[in-house]
């Protein structure tokens, strides 16, 4: 597709569950960012892959979340023993390279429900 | 730290009016500064962007100047429309390459 897709684009699970959110960048894409987004809230940084390795994961909040990108395309960002608070709307973003002023192009986010 | 800050919503207009977000800005280097635009049921979308100081980013009608002396980047439109009904979020970015968004301002739109 043209853009960047998520799935799935809602998820409910229960708390303590492990759940997986999927990314697919746009092809050609280098520099991918995972952004975490609550309600009434704008985006916050969790994770920046720059091809396969995570260059800056400063904004993960705990060992909970880790996040995978194996061939530099799709990333996973996986979160074990789910809790409520980890309710939000997970976006993935995608920019063609790394550079300060590049447009970052935005998935639709999957909606995660923690009951 | 760095940090945005605009103004809360729900912003409420007629069509036709005269639109101002205001979103100021914190801090250190020289960011980059964006408006990211989030129509209903959609991703979230540049609308325009600003590099370097007395920059001024426009599209679709909209402008936003960046004002370094006042940490400034408000988001204008002479005549709203309907179809402009949405959140708008001010960010910046830094040499760490990520975003810091603001928490976004709801815009509607009346006919």
């Known amino acids: 597709g043209a853009g960047v897709s998520q799935t799935p684009s809602n998820k409910v699970t229960e708390k303590g569950k492990y759940v997986e959110l999927r990314c697919d960048p746009i092809?050609?894409?280098?520099?991918l960012y995972w952004y975490r987004q609550s309600l009434g809230q704008g985006p916050e940084f969790l994770i920046y892959?720059?091809?396969?390795?995570?260059?800056?994961d400063s904004g993960l909040p705990n060992d909970r979340f880790f996040a995978v990108r194996p061939e530099g395309s799709v990333s996973t960002l996986k979160i074990q023993r789910t809790e409520r608070g980890d309710s939000a709307v997970y976006l993935c973003?995608?920019?063609?390279?790394?550079?300060?002023?590049?447009?970052?192009?935005f998935g639709q986010g999957t909606r995660l429900t923690v009951v | 730290g760095n940090s945005v800050t605009q103004m809360e919503g729900p912003v409420t207009l007629s069509e036709e009016a005269f639109l101002t977000i205001n979103c100021t800005y914190t801090?250190?280097?020289?960011?980059?500064l964006f408006w990211y635009v989030q129509y209903p049921g959609e991703g979230l979308q540049l609308l325009l962007k600003?590099?370097?100081?007395?920059d001024k980013g426009s599209n679709k009608g909209f402008e936003a100047t960046y004002r370094k002396e006042t940490t400034s980047f408000h988001l204008e439109k002479g005549s709203v429309q309907v179809s402009d009904s949405a959140v708008y979020f001010c960010a910046l970015s830094t040499g760490t390459y990520k975003y810091i968004f603001g928490t976004g301002t709801r815009l509607k739109v009346l006919a």
């Open positions: 600003a590099t370097k100081a007395d």
């Open positions: 973003a995608s920019s063609p390279r790394r550079a300060q002023n590049t447009e970052a192009f």
């Open positions: 892959f720059q091809g396969t390795g995570a260059a800056d």
């Open positions: 092809s050609g894409h280098t520099a």
């Open positions: 801090a250190t280097g020289y960011p980059s």
